[in-house]
């Protein structure tokens, strides 16, 4: 894929929606809202989707609880993932898909994610926005699983890229397109939603089909719905297994942005040659990217937390224009000769060449070590892979990083 293409809105807010009572799970709801389901002895089902969501570069994320929604609140509200500043609005009566959304419409951005809370569908979510940015007269943008053989799903049907019908459960025979519970919204589909509970499937949906408003993108990734004890189970055995990854740890600055001397300035990202293709090139093959950086330069004062989100928020931008993303970044400002007392720390352990920040990312995102690698251009990084058994390439910046890469995934 080229380097450059067409400029696409980077959408960095998502909305959750897990207020619904998971009748169908029985006694197991209720205590527990059916998102907080546990899947393994650490791992909620809803930790699971949030991280999953913020691996885009999405940087706020709001919960719209409901059912037992004071447990939401005290698991993830004000709580920060990934980067990610997670909040939780809770209804006061059972609004539904739809009218929920109209609680927050104030805090809503311009375009926005929308998932529903007891579902997983593993889809890069640059795919919807290129989608809906080809489509200016389109609301909404819905992920479709193809592939589907389960009857308990109806299915949806295409023209081109608009929805043009819905068929209920038994109406289609062979395998069906569903929809898959993620979706990508323009704040103006808060002007067709009622201020009274409705559902986004039974009443916005067909609305949205009949204003031509309505389109789809389709994917064959991994798909679970929880909303069954047999598939709740089903997700218990999956997802711990599917979700153990391997990673590419890239080093930042002279490894991916060319280094200008403590660089945070949004202005001076600069990327070394062929960083953005290497990026997706890894997405693309299934390898979780992760940024491990020292950042003594916060530590000497010299740009602060903040500034250092922006340029990584900078980094995501130009990188959606190429679907890409990067999935976490790591980052250890503390240094022994810290300006600023809070960050005074001599040798402190997640500062390369100590492997901290490389040990955090393998215990979070539950990494397959084996098949992982570090690329970096000093000795530290090199060091910081060893003590973790990462096996690791030291590049220079002349070279073209996505020639490295390729070496690199041969091996």
């Not at 969501?53 to 999405?58: A, E, L, M």
């Not at 069906?176 to 993620?182: C, E, M």
């Not at 530590?299 to 980094?315: I, P, Q, S």
């Not at 400002?333 to 040798?347: C, E, S």
Request: charged residues 20%.
């Amino acid at each position: 894929m080229p380097e450059k293409m067409q400029q696409i809105n980077h959408v960095t807010q998502a909305v959750i929606l897990v207020g619904g009572k998971g009748t169908r799970l029985g006694h197991l709801t209720q205590d527990m809202p059916k998102p907080m389901m546990p899947i393994s002895e650490t791992k909620l089902f809803l930790d699971i989707l949030i991280q999953e969501v913020t691996r885009y570069g999405i940087r706020q994320i709001i919960l719209l609880a409901g059912h037992l929604g004071d447990s939401v609140c005290a698991r993830y509200h004000d709580s920060t993932i990934n980067g990610c500043a997670i909040t939780v609005q809770i209804e006061e009566r059972p609004m539904g898909t739809a009218g929920a959304l109209t609680l927050i419409k104030e805090q809503l951005a311009p375009m926005f994610f929308l998932l529903n809370g007891d579902s997983l569908f593993d889809i890069p979510l640059p795919l919807l926005s290129r989608k809906l940015h080809t489509h200016s007269n389109a609301l909404l943008c819905m992920a479709l699983k193809t592939n589907m053989s389960e009857n308990r799903y109806g299915n949806v049907s295409l023209d081109g890229d608009h929805v043009s019908a819905f068929d209920e459960k038994g109406q289609h025979q062979g395998d069906a397109t569903i929809n898959a519970g993620v979706y990508l919204c323009r704040r103006e589909i808060i002007d067709v939603l009622p201020d009274t509970p409705a559902s986004l499937e039974q009443e916005i949906f067909p609305l949205l089909l009949s204003m031509k408003s309505l389109v789809g993108v389709t994917h064959d990734g991994y798909f679970i719905d929880i909303g069954l004890p047999n598939s709740l189970e089903q997700g218990r055995r999956e997802l711990p297994r599917l979700l153990r990854r391997p990673a590419i740890f890239f080093d930042r600055d002279n490894t991916l942005n060319i280094d200008t001397g403590y660089t945070h300035k949004t202005s001076d990202l600069k990327w070394i040659k062929g960083a953005k293709k290497a990026i997706k090139a890894a997405n693309d093959s299934g390898y979780l990217v992760i940024i491990v950086t020292n950042q003594s330069g916060i530590a000497r004062g010299l740009y602060t937390v903040d500034r250092m989100h922006e340029f990584h928020h900078e980094m995501q931008k130009q990188l959606s224009d190429i679907d890409a993303h990067i999935d976490a970044f790591y980052w250890c400002p503390f240094h022994k000769d810290a300006a600023l007392p809070a960050y005074a720390v001599n040798n402190h352990p997640d500062r390369k060449p100590n492997p901290g920040m490389i040990e955090k990312a393998i215990s979070e995102w539950t990494i397959n070590v084996q098949s992982s690698f570090l690329i970096g251009d000093s000795p530290a990084d090199i060091s910081a892979a060893s003590k973790c058994e990462v096996k690791s390439q030291l590049i220079h910046p002349d070279e073209d990083l996505s020639v490295v890469l390729e070496q690199v995934l041969l091996k």
